[in-house]
Nanobody
């Protein structure tokens, strides 16, 4: 079994920054994908950024140049550095891990961008 615990969400003003962290524990294999997704009420959960264990990253167009995803394989942790935040970035952010045909989700952390 795999558990994911997110942290780092909160309230920030437009133009500000936040850093999200997600720690994975349990049966973690060396080859996997970890990503951050976000969801607002009434809409689907969308990929924000993802990164493979070998370091290949992908981003949604809406966050390119503002968000940076990184990971520390030794700590089974993935980070999302969010800069130049906009009100439209407001959402619940979820961490996901995919390995060996299975996927796991964290409980989510709220990010609110508002003045």
């Amino acid at each position: 079994q795999v558990q994911l615990v997110e942290s780092g969400g909160g309230l920030v003003q437009p133009g500000g920054s936040l850093r999200l962290s997600c720690v994975a524990s349990g049966s973690i294999f060396s080859f996997n994908f970890m990503g951050w997704y976000r969801q607002v009420p009434g809409k689907q959960r969308d990929l924000v950024a993802g990164i493979h264990s070998r370091g290949i990253a992908t981003y949604a167009d809406s966050v390119k140049g503002r968000f940076t995803i990184s990971r520390d394989n030794a700590k089974n942790t993935v980070y999302l550095q969010m800069n130049s935040l906009k009100p439209e970035d407001t959402a619940v952010y979820y961490c996901r891990l995919a390995q060996l045909g299975a996927e796991y989700w964290g409980q989510g952390t709220q990010v609110t961008v508002s003045s």
